[in-house]
């Protein structure tokens, strides 16, 4: 039977899920609650916040829907599953519960589950303003740098790492005092782990898994990885380090035991589970869950995946997802995200784009923050679009990203000029 399908969010991920989404042969309609300008052109956006769930069961309640994909995080944590099974209890809801959702929420329930289901991750203890002496007698037992984690959601920004004990210690109290709001009320301080990062991606069934192509993002402003932590500047899939002895340890190692945990611990879990990695020396250790897909990598991942998204989906929610097959394209996909200038800093916003349309010819341009003005496309956010390429090889899909890169232009617009160069000795 033809689904009619919701995504919740705005942004590039839910652009580049839309965009799969929209190539199924199970598609009836498709609705993006709100969307955003890219989103327009192959579904019905719908004005209201993802955060507003009355609004987000009115539209389902109006349109039908069959199921609903939800894209960021917030909404997740805050239990926004929970609501709409309880008012719809047939409805296809991609995305845990309240419960699963805590793998993001709070760094320490992840990371008591990690220890309890024997996951490899690194050291660490939780603490609150009332025990920052002890926090502080725990730091000065690790090893430099420093990771502090704030438990809760910070938008991707709440892990600083400092490379003394002095700057650790004034970073705590920082945190302590509100520095990431509610979310720091509780910090985790972690073993730091020597190694280099990536992103794993799963779909379940909360028993059976499909590994997604696996990714790897840019995360600092500056070319070299250098300056201030961001949303994330560029994505690269598959990753030239993470290879079949290596993913294997993973799929072993992590992800089923992660699987058959939440199954032990009786939380339903239907939706993706993105495994934040370090491959220390070729051995994977867990650095966070997220509970949904990762945001710039999705725009990459969705252009890999040659097999039916919706199809997929529509399995993990009914619970049949033994039976599916992922098939996946041996292109490589690269990445690259505009910025308004000055972002993760103070930028301004709403200068109208030029070349979206002469950029698009034969590569993906995802909008992560614009809206429409007069008729416009003009920016409304510090990552404005991702631009996502593929091609036989990491080198040819670089080239081609940066070359449809070269065609957008807004006031200030910036970008890094080195997405996947760390790589290619790995090739």
Request: hydrophobic fraction near 40%; proline fraction near 4%; glycine fraction near 12%.
């Amino acid at each position: 039977m033809p689904l009619k399908v919701l995504v919740l969010g705005s942004g590039g991920r839910e652009h580049a899920i839309a965009w799969k989404i929209s190539q199924s042969e199970h598609l009836e309609r498709l609705f993006c609650l709100p969307g955003n300008p890219g989103t327009s052109a192959i579904a019905t956006n719908i004005a209201a916040s993802a955060d507003d769930f009355a609004a987000v069961a009115a539209a389902v309640a109006e349109n039908n829907i069959d199921m609903v994909v939800v894209g960021p995080e917030n909404p997740l944590v805050a239990g926004i599953t929970d609501y709409l099974k309880s008012r719809f209890p047939g409805l296809m809801v991609i995305g845990p519960g309240a419960e699963g959702a805590r793998l993001e929420g709070s760094k320490e329930f992840a990371k008591d589950f990690m220890s309890r289901h024997g996951i490899p991750t690194a050291a660490y203890r939780s603490f609150t303003k009332d025990t920052v002496v002890d926090a502080k007698a725990f730091l000065k037992t690790l090893q430099p740098p420093y990771v502090l984690k704030a438990d809760g959601l910070a938008a991707g920004k709440g892990v600083v790492i400092p490379d003394n004990l002095q700057d650790a210690y004034n970073e705590l109290d920082e945190m302590f005092s509100g520095k990431f709001g509610e979310a720091s009320s509780k910090v985790v301080i972690e073993q730091f782990l020597k190694g280099i990062e990536v992103s794993v991606f799963v779909l379940t069934d909360g028993h059976n898994y499909l590994i997604l192509p696996e990714a790897k993002d840019y995360k600092r402003i500056g070319d070299a990885d250098t300056g201030l932590n961001t949303g994330g500047m560029g994505a690269v899939s598959p990753v030239p380090f993470a290879g079949r002895e290596f993913m294997a340890k993973v799929e072993e190692r992590i992800v089923k035991p992660t699987i058959a945990g939440l199954a032990a611990d009786g939380i339903e879990y239907k939706g993706f589970i993105f495994i934040g990695l370090m491959n220390c020396g070729g051995d994977p250790y867990v650095i966070e869950y997220n509970v949904r897909m990762g945001d710039p990598e999705t725009e990459s991942v969705m252009t890999r995946i040659s097999s039916d998204l919706l199809e997929h989906l529509e399995a993990a929610a009914k619970g049949h997802l033994a039976s599916e097959k992922l098939q996946v394209s041996d292109q490589a996909a690269v990445t690259v995200v505009v910025v308004s200038g000055g972002y993760p800093g103070h930028y301004v916003s709403g200068y109208p784009i030029s070349g979206i349309q002469e950029a698009s010819q034969g590569v993906n341009v995802y909008h992560m923050g614009t809206k429409l003005s007069d008729g416009k496309v003009v920016s409304s956010g510090g990552r404005v679009l991702a631009v996502t390429a593929n091609g036989t090889g990491m080198k040819a899909a670089a080239a081609k990203a940066y070359e449809a890169v070269a065609k957008i232009d807004f006031n200030g617009c910036y970008h890094r000029s080195d997405i996947s160069k760390d790589l290619e000795k790995y090739l």
